[in-house]
């Protein structure tokens, strides 16, 4: 501490403590301010990991959903008053999370598709309409007429 004293008597005293303070905060910014970037830097990357990592979760999420809208329009295309009460449990199961999960526009138009089928609303609409709402911008012009629907009367005369 004896130091202190002998620099005050050397007429620093009104600029003492100013080269202290500058004395100080040179060393923190040489020692700490290295420490401090990186930790801003690790921070970000994991904030980044973290909003991409959930990004692909829902993306798989919205895949499987868009793979039971095809199991359900599939299934609800070939029930007949003669299917085993598994098929209609089946269906129902379907529906109920489809009408959990679609944007309430594409559901109403499925059930339209399915009950009372038209050239505006039907199951190959539906399917163009996930589509669009899974890819986006990247869903292309492909429209319910480029999209294959099978049955016994393809390919007979």
């Known amino acids: 501490m004896q130091w202190?004293?002998?620099l005050a008597q050397l007429n620093y005293g009104p600029y003492f403590f100013q080269i202290l303070l500058l004395g100080v905060f040179a060393y923190g910014a040489r020692h700490y301010f290295p420490l401090w970037v990186a930790e801003q830097i690790k921070l970000q990357t994991q904030k980044d990991h973290t909003q991409f990592?959930?990004?692909?979760?829902?993306?798989?999420?919205?895949?499987?959903?868009?793979?039971?809208?095809a199991e359900y329009l599939a299934l609800a295309n070939?029930?007949?008053s003669s299917s085993p009460e598994e098929e209609y449990r089946k269906a129902n199961q379907l529906s109920w999370e489809l009408a959990m999960w679609l944007p309430e526009d594409i559901y109403?138009?499925?059930?339209?598709?399915?009950?009372?089928?038209n050239a505006d609303s039907n199951e190959l609409a539906t399917v163009i309409q996930v589509r669009k709402l899974l890819l986006g911008d990247d869903s292309g012009?492909?429209?319910?007429?480029?999209?294959a629907a099978h049955g016994p009367?393809?390919?007979?005369?």
Do not use: F, Y
């Open 108 to 117: 109403k138009k499925m059930v339209q598709g399915v009950v009372n089928r």
């Open 4 to 6: 202190i004293v002998d």
């Open 53 to 69: 990592s959930e990004a692909l979760k829902w993306e798989l999420k919205s895949r499987e959903q868009a793979v039971k809208v």
């Open 153 to 157: 009367s393809i390919g007979g005369q």
């Open 78 to 80: 070939t029930l007949k």
């Open 141 to 147: 012009n492909l429209t319910a007429d480029d999209v």
